[in-house]
Structures are given as C-alpha cells and as structure tokens.
C-alpha cells in the first residue's frame, strides 16, 4: 500500500495504484505525491 499526498489541499490518500485524482479536491493525479511509509 502505498500513501498519495495531495499537493493542493494536503489529503492523504492511501492506495496501492495513484488515484486518477483527489478525492477531496478533484485535483488532477500530478499534484498527488507519493510519501515515503515504512512497511507494516
Ligand atoms: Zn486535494
């Protein structure tokens, strides 16, 4: 699992492909970053 940050708003979307865009802000998925999570 991976976590999205979005750059636009700073909503964290945690999935295991890059959304297509945020879910709380509809920004497009090239304002979503990937960040860095340990593994469980
Ligand atoms: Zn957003």
Known sequence: MAVWKCQECG???EARCKP???KSCGAPKDKLV???QPKK
Do not use: L, M, R, S
Request: aromatic fraction near 0%; charged fraction near 35%.
């Open 11 to 13: 909503n964290v979307v």
């Open 20 to 22: 297509g865009k945020c």
């Open 34 to 36: 990937k960040e860095a």
